[in-house]
């Protein structure tokens, strides 16, 4: 592979990640149906435009069947004028319009029968086009669904439950810690509380010691 070859495919590959990314899928679906209406709109409009066809050749018709039932007329009333020549002319307008009134018959309907055929098409595409319209909202409910998973995904994803369970194990340890430092100090105090309570005591026995005692008696033998 040349080294043109090779730049074009990793343009290309790089062109395509980068359109993907950037293609909306509600977007896109929307812009089909706006693209899909237009197309029916312009096609309406070319259904109205052979409708009216329809209409003028419809006109034409009658103008030519009045032309034909007249110069029938005209020649019946040349035969009774005994205008042979007369006649004749009638007659000679008379069959051109009959082959011009059977042209324009034939014409009216090839033209209903386009219509009829447009007619069903429109309404085929207009179904069509309803549905896409039932489906887009679908869709649309369909992608922000997705949306929402892959939100949730990603959260889940930066998610480190291992990180998690050591860190709450930590924080457990060290309340444990605190907890037993705690216990340890009020321990220590209890202590400390029950030494001074001894200590006043033995002061107190002290106090009254045997020579004390035998001060005491002397002082009340000698009335001091």
Same mark, same amino acid.
């Given at each position: 592979?040349?080294?043109?070859?090779?730049?074009?495919?990793?343009?290309?590959?790089?062109?395509?990640?980068?359109?993907?990314?950037?293609?909306?899928?509600?977007?896109?679906?929307? $812009?089909?149906?706006?693209?899909?209406?237009?197309?029916?709109?312009?096609?309406?409009?070319?259904?109205?435009?052979?409708?009216?066809?329809?209409?003028?050749?419809?006109?034409?018709?009658?103008?030519?069947?009045?032309?034909?039932?007249?110069?029938?007329?005209?020649?019946?009333?040349?035969?009774?004028?005994?205008?042979?020549?007369?006649?004749?002319?009638?007659?000679?307008?008379?069959?051109?319009?009959?082959?011009?009134?059977?042209?324009?018959?034939?014409?009216?309907?090839?033209?209903?029968?386009?219509?009829?055929?447009?007619?069903?098409?429109?309404?085929?595409? $207009?179904?069509?086009?309803?549905?896409?319209?039932?489906?887009?909202?679908?869709?649309?409910?369909?992608?922000?669904?997705?949306?929402?998973?892959?939100?949730?995904?990603?959260?889940?994803?930066?998610?480190?439950?291992?990180?998690?369970?050591?860190?709450?194990?930590?924080?457990?340890?060290?309340?444990?810690?605190?907890?037993? $430092?705690?216990?340890?100090?009020?321990?220590?105090?209890?202590?400390?509380?029950?030494?001074?309570?001894?200590?006043?005591?033995?002061?107190?026995?002290?106090?009254?010691?045997?020579?004390?005692?035998?001060?005491?008696?002397?002082?009340?033998?000698?009335?001091?």
């Amino acid at each position: 592979m040349s080294l043109f070859e090779r730049f074009r495919t990793i343009f290309r590959a790089n062109a395509n990640e980068l359109a993907d990314k950037m293609e909306d899928p509600a977007a896109i679906i929307n $812009q089909q149906l706006l693209d899909l209406d237009d197309k029916l709109d312009r096609a309406q409009g070319a259904l109205v435009k052979e409708m009216a066809e329809i209409k003028l050749l419809e006109q034409k018709v009658r103008e030519t069947e009045d032309g034909v039932r007249l110069y029938q007329e005209r020649a019946e009333k040349a035969v009774k004028a005994s205008s042979d020549e007369l006649a004749r002319k009638a007659l000679e307008e008379k069959n051109r319009l009959s082959a011009m009134l059977s042209d324009l018959t034939r014409q009216r309907d090839e033209q209903s029968s386009v219509v009829a055929e447009l007619k069903g098409d429109l309404e085929k595409l $207009q179904g069509l086009r309803d549905e896409f319209r039932r489906k887009q909202s679908l869709l649309s409910l369909k992608q922000e669904r997705a949306k929402s998973k892959e939100e949730i995904n990603s959260i889940r994803a930066e998610i480190d439950p291992d990180h998690i369970g050591r860190e709450m194990n930590r924080m457990a340890e060290k309340i444990d810690r605190m907890d037993a $430092q705690a216990a340890a100090t009020k321990e220590l105090a209890d202590e400390k509380t029950k030494s001074d309570l001894d200590q006043s005591f033995r002061d107190l026995d002290h106090t009254n010691t045997p020579v004390e005692d035998e001060l005491a008696s002397l002082k009340k033998k000698l009335g001091a």
